[in-house]
């Protein structure tokens, strides 16, 4: 009975203290090009994929109209193409030295055809913690999360007219709604 009651204890209070002081001695890995912890994916996989469960839509098609695909493209251009890629391109420097790498949506074996469209709708909304995945509630309307999300939904298999629009260059477009001044705006002067 001794040893059970010994081992209640090292498992209540000695594995967590033992694990505080590993986090707090700076030895548990935290850059991104460290592996992940032990148990480190398992957590961080299951408590994305019950909240998404949960959460979710599920009430939107993955049919959309050429309209909505190309819209979806400069959605796509202008907030999720330095992270996850255009089709045909290589990954940016950017994305190479994130950890966990953010997916090339547009690459085989990486697009979310096959999830749920609400799923992609809910990872743009609300961003993926310790991912880099920002959320873009109040960056984005839910109409251009809805166009984003079912361009992805949709990357195998776009219309040859909408696969053009995402292969050419980026238009300049002006800028949205409190982004009048960005970083790459020189900053005008008053006299």
């Not at 055809?113 to 909304?125: A, C």
């Amino acid at each position: 009975m001794a040893k059970f009651v010994l081992g209640v204890i090292i498992g209540i209070f000695i594995v967590p203290a033992a694990f505080y002081f590993y986090c707090r001695s700076g030895l548990a890995p935290v850059a991104t090009a460290a592996p992940p912890m032990l148990l480190e994916k398992f957590f961080s996989r299951t408590a994305l994929h019950a909240a998404i469960d949960r959460q979710a839509p599920k009430t939107k098609s993955t049919q959309a109209s050429e309209g909505e695909l190309v819209a979806g493209i400069d959605v796509y251009r202008h907030n999720c193409a330095g992270c996850h890629g255009l089709p045909g391109k290589p990954a940016s420097n950017v994305a190479k030295g994130m950890f966990p790498r953010p997916p090339q949506l547009f690459e085989s074996g990486h697009m979310v055809t096959d999830d749920p469209v609400g799923e992609s709708y809910w990872k743009v909304k609300h961003g993926i913690r310790l991912t880099g995945m920002p959320g873009f509630t109040g960056l984005l309307t839910d109409e251009q999360i809805w166009t984003v999300s079912l361009l992805l939904a949709n990357a195998d298999k776009l219309p040859p007219s909408v696969e053009q629009a995402l292969s050419a260059p980026p238009q300049i477009l002006p800028p949205t709604k409190g982004q009048e001044k960005t970083a790459t705006q020189p900053k005008q002067e008053h006299k």
